[in-house]
């Protein structure tokens, strides 16, 4: 077994995208720091701490930040929810993030008293750019096998503290941008793991899709005797199935992850 092990920390931003990690390992105990609930325990004997972030980038940020001083983990997998920016990416399909950018970082162009506002003439500043998610553990996945039946995409994850729920506003960030979906903490994780130099992954399922503008892709035009609110939205509380995928692929994908740590402690002993 690994000696000395350092833990692997898996987020969730609500108690939804958490609450099935909670039932698929042992956990030993709760601890709440600063207002964020950190749940330690073990996998396979390996030490894994399940981390409720809290929605958006401050949130995410904090309790990250939080995480790394507190646990000095050798790895932060950052899981959930999100919307989809294409039209060949669906509801319950996986996209695994190769990067990250801020999708919600804009220096307006200038206009005056009742000149109105056109977001479309908005540019990024120079805090959109593209973080790497870590190379490594971007291979366990393209390797790895999973039961789940949804489809896998990797690319750009978009986000940043905003839901954008207009189609041709979606489609002008994904010309920009090349973002494949969006959320509202990946970019937080990200950005402080690439910063501290932990190595740092994230994956989400798709729980809507606004450009298909499909009741079967959760788009939010096309839902029927729902409540289109944000909130109504975002909790998903007439189903969470893609909430469920999301931690399911994440505890497949820390088995796999911790097969890959045994290897290479056992290659770095043998060559002592």
Request: glycine residues 6%; aromatic residues 8%; negative net charge.
């Amino acid at each position: 077994m690994l000696e000395n092990k350092k833990p692997i920390i898996i987020q969730g931003a609500m108690e939804m995208e958490i609450e099935e990690l909670l039932k698929l390992i042992d956990i030993e105990k709760e601890e709440i720091i600063k207002g964020f609930k950190f749940f330690i325990g073990k996998l396979n004997e390996y030490p894994l701490i399940i981390s409720e972030t809290q929605v958006g980038v401050i949130n995410a940020s904090m309790s990250t930040l939080i995480a790394i001083q507190k646990y000095n983990p050798i790895a932060i997998i950052n899981q959930g929810i999100a919307g989809a920016h294409v039209d060949y990416i669906h509801r319950n399909d996986i996209v695994v993030g190769e990067k990250c950018v801020n999708i919600n970082a804009f220096v307006t162009g200038v206009r005056n008293k009742d000149e109105g506002s056109n977001p479309f003439e908005w540019k990024f500043d120079n805090r959109s750019v593209e973080i790497n998610g870590a190379k490594d553990l971007i291979e366990v996945a393209k390797n790895m096998k999973t039961t789940e039946k949804a489809k896998i995409f990797y690319g750009i994850l978009g986000s940043g503290d905003i839901f954008d729920r207009e189609v041709d506003r979606i489609k002008w960030i994904r010309e920009k941008k090349n973002t494949i979906s969006e959320d509202n903490e990946s970019i937080a994780v990200y950005t402080i793991s690439d910063r501290l130099n932990i190595k740092c992954i994230g994956f989400r399922v798709i729980s809507n899709n606004e450009v298909t503008q499909t009741e079967e892709d959760g788009a939010t035009s096309a839902r029927n005797g729902i409540d289109k609110s944000t909130n109504k939205m975002i909790y998903k509380e007439y189903d969470n199935t893609p909430a469920k995928i999301s931690q399911r692929f994440a505890i497949e994908y820390v088995k796999e992850l911790i097969d890959v740590l045994e290897i290479h402690l056992k290659n770095r002993k043998s060559e002592l």
